[in-house]
């Protein structure tokens, strides 16, 4: 018994390995992105071409993506959130991480990944794009008419604020 790599916690054969054998085909948004970690961690590369969108299809270089999921060390993957991509719906998006190693560096995949439904009713990768960053303050912000934050007992407005 091997855990699957998508992070289920479930049996490979269970989860993601009949999508990887082509016996089946993923009913959700969140069950193809998932399979499609799978796919880099156990060299399933065919797969990945496959389960791409044939309108994004052009610019897939299978030879690159296979040296990559290679060359990298893959750590795990979080789903964080998923939007539509039911069995009943035609789009979905699926916000993930993917932590991996490559030449000895940690690195962290964040993206916003896009499913569509194909003509023939099957899931597809359609794109992604990463999330902007969240606003991070670690001062509290001063108002115009606070007290200056440097001391000097003026208004923030006719101080450090001009």
């Known amino acids: 018994m091997t855990d699957c790599p998508c992070g289920s916690g479930r049996d490979l054969q269970a989860c993601c390995g009949p999508y990887l054998a082509a016996e089946r085909w993923p009913e959700t948004a969140e069950a193809l992105m998932r399979s499609r970690y799978s796919a880099y961690v156990e060299g399933a590369i065919a797969y990945l071409g496959k389960t791409l969108h044939p309108q994004s299809r052009a610019d897939y270089d299978e030879a690159a993506t296979r040296r990559w999921a290679e060359n990298a060390a893959w750590l795990g993957l979080e789903v964080r959130s998923t939007q539509n991509g039911g069995p009943d719906a035609e789009e979905g998006v699926v916000e993930f ?35 902007k960053p969240e606003t991070v303050r670690h001062a509290q912000k001063v108002g115009r008419n606070d007290p200056c934050p440097c001391g000097s007992g003026k208004k923030y407005k006719k101080c450090c604020g001009r």
Do not use: C, M, N, S
């Open 97 to 131: 991480i993917a932590a991996f190693k490559e030449d000895g560096v940690v690195r962290r995949h964040h993206e916003l990944a896009r499913f569509t439904r194909g003509d023939d009713g099957r899931w597809y990768y359609a794109d992604g794009q990463t999330p």
